[in-house]
């Protein structure tokens, strides 16, 4: 997924670019204004390409989350709805003077939450305590890059148009030589090692996480089965086992089993509550827990009452 989503970096970072070629070596008549939006539009979607690219390297994440296509449509929708009501073609001061802004100022804001994200490879590479591997200098080299015809456009938007187009060929041979020059350059695009993907996950990211595993469970109500697996929740979150572990130890204080006896918890107080016909070991069941026992001792542990006395108070 990874490799997927550098494609479409240098993708949109190519039509930007192309863009600008062709601005630069084309009569202003002469001009196609669909060619222009175009690269315009593929400017507003390079920084978060690039913060998901780095993301997903650093997370190790094997598969798109639905999340990030929400959100990646979203901004392609709003740029294409754009381009619609108010065109280059119709308002071209419009883009030129004011739109141009709201562009850079979206690719601007990527860069700086991609930054976070790699906040600790920056540290590792100035402590030089630790030796940097290949994947990491790879994905700090791949965001100064970003960094550069990022701040490149901004310069020539003022000064001179020419030198983004420059400072992205100059980018493009460097790391062009980089990889040439690399006898390990096969591990440029496999994932993060695993010692490096063991630290705590970063705030931004693991809330993320954690909103999307607490929707997983509601949803899917995964606590039910009794013989459900931190392996199997990983994967519908398309982490690791590990990286899941690690959130919730890290950021929830919890281990998997306490986890998943909260949920069940809550759907045990829920069925209670409802004063049905069921029995007490069948409400258990019907939870999750695989024994009554377990049951008891979970609930009395959580609630601090035995389920029959909890259930005397909706009687």
Not at 72 to 97: A, E, H
Not at 110 to 120: A, E, G, H, T, V
Request: charged share 20%; hydrophobic share 45%; aromatic share 16%.
């Amino acid at each position: 997924m990874q490799n997927s989503l550098f494609g479409l970096l240098l993708l949109l970072l190519c039509l930007r670019i192309g863009k600008s070629v062709y601005v630069i070596f084309t009569h202003r008549e002469e001009r196609n204004i669909v060619l222009i939006q175009i690269g315009l539009s593929a400017c507003f979607l390079i920084g978060v390409t690039l913060f998901y690219y780095l993301k997903a390297s650093v997370l190790n994440i094997k598969k798109i989350p639905n999340s990030w296509k929400l959100h990646f449509l979203l901004l392609f929708s709003f740029i294409v709805i754009v381009g619609l009501l108010s065109s280059y073609n119709t308002n071209p001061s419009f883009w030129n003077n004011y739109f141009v802004f709201f562009i850079y100022g979206v690719w601007g804001f990527y860069i700086l939450c991609s930054s976070f994200l790699l906040k600790d490879i920056f540290r590792k590479l100035i402590s030089k305590k630790e030796k940097s591997t290949t994947s990491e200098i790879w994905l700090v080299a791949v965001f100064i890059a970003n960094l550069l015809i990022f701040s490149a456009y901004i310069i020539g938007y003022f000064y001179l148009y020419l030198i983004g187009t420059i400072t992205f060929s100059v980018v493009f041979y460097g790391l062009l030589i980089f990889l040439l020059f690399k006898s390990n350059r096969e591990n440029f695009f496999k994932d993060i090692p695993e010692k490096y993907a063991s630290k705590k996950i970063e705030k931004i990211a693991a809330n993320s996480l954690v909103s999307s595993l607490h929707k997983l469970m509601n949803e899917k109500q995964f606590y039910k089965d009794t013989n459900i697996k931190l392996n199997d929740i990983a994967k519908e979150l398309h982490i690791t086992p590990h990286q899941l572990s690690q959130l919730l130890n890290d950021n929830l204080r919890k281990s998997f089993a306490s986890f998943i006896n909260e949920f069940r918890i809550e759907e045990a107080k829920k069925l209670l509550q409802e004063n049905n016909q069921f029995t007490l070991e069948a409400i258990g069941f019907e939870a999750g827990f695989s024994s009554k026992s377990n049951f008891y001792a979970t609930f009395k542990k959580v609630v601090g009452k035995t389920p029959s006395e909890f259930k005397k108070q909706f009687l």
